[in-house]
């Protein structure tokens, strides 16, 4: 069985992993419940946000490989911690704890040509949906899930993130989808890794 080194070899190694293992972790973070195939769709749902965002063949490949030691991990960490609420912790941990290495990898694929004026706007808003959001739907660092009531009322900021690539998860097998974002687009250090663009 593969071991969280290895994960996380995988993970130091590759943005694209990074990304796929935090939007994974996230989407389960917030997911009313948890167990095996929980995992599994949430690994095919990031999967196939990925590849929207057309990234390289060999960047969807170390995702992939990234998830499945990911999904084969939790599966048997669960098999210890049977509670939700443990298992809510253990990916609690895994954000607090890999925070900064998540989130160079998400500003390592920002569009470079947009307008400073433009990002802290964009800050803005965000900060400003995540105080609509219930207090059990916002992760310790800051990550929260906006319901699915909202997914109409910020559609089109939404695709502009996205055409920004912005990592912006939304849940694809569902009617009314629920929107995950991540907290590092609400971190100061947003503006300043765009100050810093070439």
């Not at 990234?55 to 048997?76: C, F, G």
């Not at 899930?145 to 849940?171: C, G, H, M, N, Y």
């Amino acid at each position: 069985m593969a071991s969280w080194d290895e994960l996380w070899d995988l993970v130091k190694k590759s943005a694209a992993a990074a990304v796929a293992v935090y939007l994974a972790v996230l989407c389960l973070r917030f997911s009313d419940f948890l167990a095996d195939y929980v995992a599994r769709r949430a690994k095919d749902e990031v999967m196939a946000l990925l590849m929207e965002y057309n990234l390289k063949d060999d960047e969807l490949i170390k995702a992939q490989k990234a998830l499945n030691v990911l999904v084969d991990l939790l599966n048997h960490e669960w098999q210890k911690a049977k509670d939700e609420k443990s298992r809510k912790l253990l990916l609690e941990s895994i954000e607090i704890e890999n925070y900064d290495l998540f989130k160079n990898a998400l500003y390592g694929y920002f569009k470079k040509d947009v307008p400073l004026d433009e990002i802290r706007e964009i800050v803005k808003e965000l900060i400003k949906l995540r105080s609509c959001v219930s207090i059990f739907k916002i992760s310790s660092k800051g990550s929260y899930e906006l319901p699915a009531s909202f997914a109409l009322l910020v559609r089109d900021l939404v695709i502009k993130l996205r055409e920004l690539r912005f990592f912006i998860f939304i849940e694809l097998y569902s009617i009314l989808p629920k929107i995950i974002v991540p907290a590092p687009y609400m971190d100061m250090d947003i503006l300043k890794a765009f100050e810093g663009r070439v």
